[in-house]
């Protein structure tokens, strides 16, 4: 079990998959803590990105499709 390096919290399992882009090290930090990062250091990390749209399920990806709906009328 990981804990995130700056904040001590408990890792997701998508947390766990997140590497830098570079180094392909584990990062180790939550996203709370890499979001903060990102704001000062521009910062490259992959994850699976399987994990992060299961972790973001409830956040409708349906909406986006009636949109394009919508467009594609005029
Ligand atoms: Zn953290």
Redesign the pocket.
């Known amino acids: 079990m990981s804990r995130?390096?700056?904040?001590?919290?408990r890792l997701s399992d998508y947390e766990l998959t997140l590497r830098h882009a570079m180094t392909n090290e584990f990062m180790d930090?939550?996203m709370?803590?890499?979001s903060e990062i990102a704001e000062s250091v521009p910062l490259m990390v992959k994850g699976r990105k399987d994990l992060l749209v299961s972790m973001e399920d409830h956040a409708s990806s349906v909406d986006n499709e009636i949109e394009l709906d919508k467009d594609q009328e005029m």
């Open positions: 995130c390096q700056c904040c001590d919290k930090t939550c709370d803590c890499l």
